[in-house]
């Protein structure tokens, strides 16, 4: 019931990028399956005893033990990993819960999995606080704290290292931890700055990090096979979860507010004569209490003293924050002895437009930045839209290949600090799955951003059955919302882990550096790009940043060109960015990388990866033509939507390679699926998508795979259809061209090596 618990809070304060979208463009009837069972194939897993005869298995990719040369650090420039030995590292993620409620022998299992698929890194989303009624704030929850102990250690033997997440503001504090205004109540943002709180946090940190783990024998804080700690999740005093601090800590805030201003000012009368008439709610002076303008008031201009005020206001939450995310690293670092790299937080401001480097700039206290951001496919509606999916509930369900920027590496990285992106998926109901880490595997290596944590593995393998058998309507279960642990979306992991991993897609030079100074945070004046949000100069009345020379917004299509940085206490003037046009073509809808090696076409949905190791297509490929011409492979497809990767496994370049990976992804659906067209109102909009007749039972159906590859490469002579765990099932037939191999792929095609 907790990660049901998780799930349903995620979906509160607008937590999820939101977009609006057409209908699938392939359906036409009324009412359909999207993957009929004549058209599909049924996905088993077969029991998989992990032994040499696999011909897919990545755990060779990892370290024999992780950590074995030491701790993860930051590379020399401060923008991404590197091991212990100081060689560069790139990490293939997954969020996972299995710590709870599994045996040593199935989270044995899960890593070894894992690692099989290409995994070198897991999330642990935890909450050590005591669970027990009348608890102390500084008790500790036994039974997370081993599980944790148990997971890390079989992590580790798999050469895959640890996340740890130990705080989420979403426990409800109980009146015996002692927070005035807090009784049964969740401490949005309490941790900033109430003693009582940080002191409970420092004791589960203490326990966490410095008692011996009795499976490994090392403490986690000495263990470099933990890479990452992070501070907090989802928290921030910069968001709207600001207005619910009960009275009695927002008067704790009000009082450290006046110091403050008492120490910029001279003097707190000398504040309030500089702010005029501009009042808050909260205001107390005479009793040393300064009250904060909601925060709304932050996300809009304001003029005279009301916006130096609220400058003020913007600053002291900022600085406040920061504060707490370097005091709790010292402590970490100086008090428990931890050696492991540190991230403050993964969450974002009300207003990412005007507070969004605010947020960012608090959160650079600590080597790594992060941020939780999911791709959606637009709307999903339902009684319990937050963590599963019902019948009738409504689904818009948009291909992210037709909303560009609603990507999750369309990010603004801080210099000097790895990016990383701690939760994210491509979100059911969403059909479009399989495009998701084909995207990510070209984006991240283009712009940079260092680690993306799909979430979350749910099972100890694969979801076979992703009903929710305890909860029936009208015949029909539920389904999952919230696992990658599914066939569309895991399954599509090697390839793309291979790809990313190995460096076979080239890094772009920075299309856009800009430079911001510390009072220009304050001012809230306007970046010249930020993330999901563009700026209209007809609705959006907010001012540049003084002293740079760029005083419009930049198209932000850019994300997708190349990397997008910021430096922080910069000088404007340095703010630059690249000429674009040669990139982004907005009549024809397509954007290019600058290496050359990605293209997106936005209207019809299709992307290509066209380098040396690594080439493939994914999207509505029937409608693009349905032929793809690349460099050293050509795909001829009637697939209505598919991602087909070919990746060589040797390093080596495709047209020289001795082994190849063919890996396909088409569409996924349960047995029986049946969706049909619908609309809804909604905040005055009508929203076009579809609703759900039937959720279908297992097993899960594939769409038929329908290709044909042609490699230029011709010591190619042998082909062999893989099963999902990587053994060889069936020989398929080539046939020799000039200059390479032919070979039609078989209807049940998830992966082939070619030899």
Not at 243 to 262: D, N
Request: charge should be neutral; proline fraction near 5%; hydrophobic fraction near 40%.
């Amino acid at each position: 019931m907790r990660d049901k618990l998780f799930a349903m809070l995620r979906s509160h304060f607008t937590r999820r990028v939101q977009v609006t979208v057409c209908a699938l463009t392939f359906l036409t009837s009324a009412t359909w399956s999207e993957t009929p069972e004549s058209g599909a194939w049924a996905f088993h897993y077969p029991a998989d005893k992990f032994d040499t005869t696999a011909l897919l298995d990545l755990r060779a990719l990892n370290e024999k033990v992780a950590g074995e040369s030491g701790f993860v650090r930051l590379t020399p420039d401060g923008n991404g990993f590197a091991l212990g030995n100081g060689q560069s590292v790139r990490f293939w993620a997954v969020g996972s819960d299995l710590y709870r409620k599994h045996s040593p022998e199935e989270m044995e299992r899960h890593a070894r999995f894992l690692a099989k698929l290409g995994v070198n890194m897991v999330r642990l989303h935890c909450d050590f606080t005591a669970k027990a009624k009348n608890s102390k704030v500084t008790d500790v929850d036994e039974t997370e704290l081993d599980g944790v102990f148990r997971f890390v250690a079989a992590l580790k033997k798999q050469g895959i290292y640890a996340t740890i997440s130990p705080f989420w503001a979403h426990t409800k504090a109980p009146a015996s931890w002692g927070i005035e205004g807090y009784a049964d109540k969740e401490p949005w943002g309490v941790i900033f700055f109430n003693e009582t709180l940080q002191t409970g946090y420092k004791a589960w940190a203490r326990e966490v990090y410095t008692r011996k783990n009795p499976y490994t024998g090392i403490p986690l804080g000495q263990d470099p096979a933990v890479a990452i700690i992070q501070i907090q999740n989802e928290d921030s005093l910069l968001f709207w979860t600001f207005e619910g601090i009960a009275p009695e800590q927002k008067r704790v805030l009000g009082k450290m507010f006046a110091s403050w201003l008492a120490k910029k000012y001279g003097s707190l009368e000398k504040a309030r004569a500089a702010w005029g008439a501009a009042v808050a709610k909260g205001d107390d002076f005479a009793n040393g209490v300064a009250g904060f303008f909601i925060t709304w008031d932050l996300t809009q201009p304001q003029a005279g003293g009301k916006a130096l005020r609220a400058a003020d206001q913007l600053e002291f939450l900022a600085r406040t924050q920061h504060d707490f995310y370097a005091g709790i690293a010292d402590y970490h670092r100086k008090t428990l002895g931890c050696k492991q790299l540190i991230n403050a937080s993964n969450w974002r401001p009300a207003d990412m437009l005007r507070e969004g480097d605010v947020e960012r700039w608090t959160n650079a206290a600590n080597e790594v930045i992060a941020v939780n951001k999911y791709y959606n496919g637009g709307e999903h509606i339902g009684p319990a839209n937050g963590w599963r999916i019902d019948p009738a509930d409504f689904f818009q369900g948009e291909s992210a290949l037709k909303n560009p920027t609603a990507l999750p590496v369309a990010l603004k990285q801080v210099v000097g600090h790895p990016m990383i992106i701690t939760e994210s998926t491509w979100v059911s109901p969403l059909g479009y799955q399989s495009e998701g880490p084909f995207l990510m595997a070209a984006y991240q290596s283009l712009t940079g951003v260092d680690t993306f944590y799909w979430f979350s593995a749910t099972n100890v393998d694969y979801v076979t059955n992703p009903n929710l058998n305890f909860l029936n309507f009208g015949g029909q279960h539920p389904l999952q919302k919230w696992s990658c642990s599914i066939p569309s979306i895991m399954g599509a992991f090697p390839a793309n882990a291979l790809a990313y991993r190995l460096g076979y897609i080239r890094a772009g030079a920075p299309v856009v550096h800009e430079e911001r100074s510390l009072e220009n945070l304050w001012q809230r004046t306007a970046p010249v790009i930020a993330e999901g949000q563009s700026f209209d100069p007809n609705r959006d009345k907010i001012a540049f940043a003084e002293g740079s020379s760029v005083k419009t917004a930049v198209e932000p299509l850019a994300f997708l060109v190349g990397p997008v940085e910021v430096k922080y206490d910069g000088d404007p003037a340095k703010t630059r960015v690249a000429d674009l046009s040669s990139f982004i073509d907005a009549k024809r809808k397509i954007v290019k990388s600058n290496t050359g090696e990605i293209m997106l076409n936005h209207d019809i949905g299709i992307c290509t990866l066209n380098a040396p190791n690594a080439q493939g297509v994914t999207g509505f490929l029937k409608q693009a033509g349905g032929t793809f011409a690349l460099a050293d492979v050509s795909i001829q497809s009637g697939n209505e939507y598919a991602a087909i990767s070919v990746v060589a496994m040797d390093g080596k370049p495709l047209k020289l390679s001795r082994k190849i990976l063919v890996q396909v992804g088409t569409v996924a659906r349960p047995t029986g699926w049946q969706v049909r067209e619908a609309t809804r109102d909604q905040k005055g909009s009508k929203l076009h998508g579809f609703e759900i007749v039937r959720t279908g039972t297992p097993p899960y159906q594939i769409a038929n795979t329908d290709a044909t590859l042609t490699i230029n490469n011709p010591s190619l002579a042998k082909a062999t259809l893989l099963d999902p765990a990587g053994y060889a099932t069936a020989p398929v037939a080539l046939t020799k061209t000039a200059a390479g191999v032919t070979l039609k792929l078989p209807s049940n095609s998830m992966y082939l090596i070619i030899e």
